[in-house]
């Protein structure tokens, strides 16, 4: 039996399980130049992210969540990705999300993450959400903390880097 698709929505976006029709997307977000992806490796070849992809739907199959495109509504342009991850060699999962360039600056991420934790909160009755963030990610910190998240720990991760570990709270019904 299939799991049903999960998509939720903002004021003004559309969130959306990732699905093989959605390669072009991913393409186009990791064909960014580093300096300008907030901590994402980029370039990266076609096999590499048809790859991240197939990942990114496995998970949903795999763990009942995942990550989830951002579609801006009215005209449907992809802006970005936020979600929740958890890699196989992870100590926890955690929320995460990417923008477009073109996105970054407008709230996007902020307006989906909260929908995100709403989600993750309420429907999936998780105690506790993450953020786990490299120090050079100070967009993502910045965010963390619109968010209400506070640091807890500082940790070694699988890939050696040591991270600061945020809890995030459930946002408050507005």
Do not use: C
């Not at 490796?41 to 496995?58: F, M, S, Y």
């Not at 992870?90 to 995460?96: A, F, G, N, S």
């Not at 995100?116 to 506790?128: E, N």
Request: glycine share 8%; proline share 7%; charged share 20%.
């Amino acid at each position: 039996m299939t799991a049903p698709v999960v998509t939720l929505e903002t004021d003004r976006l559309n969130l959306v399980q990732p699905a093989s029709q959605h390669l072009h997307h991913y393409l186009a977000f990791y064909a960014i130049p580093n300096d300008q992806k907030g901590g994402y490796r980029a370039p990266r070849p076609q096999d590499e992210v048809e790859g991240l992809l197939a990942r990114d739907i496995a998970e949903w199959a795999r763990n009942g969540f995942g990550m989830f495109l951002l579609f801006r509504k009215g005209d449907a342009a992809f802006v970005g990705g936020t979600g929740l991850a958890h890699p196989a060699d992870w100590p926890r999962h955690e929320l995460t999300w990417w923008l477009m360039p073109v996105a970054r600056g407008t709230g996007f991420a902020t307006e989906a993450s909260r929908a995100v934790l709403t989600w993750a909160y309420m429907v999936l009755g998780w105690p506790v959400v993450e953020t786990h963030m490299r120090d050079e990610n100070l967009p993502a910190r910045r965010l963390a903390e619109r968010l209400g998240g506070t640091k807890i720990t500082r940790e070694v991760f699988p890939d050696g880097i040591a991270r600061d570990v945020f809890t995030l709270p459930q946002p408050v019904a507005a």
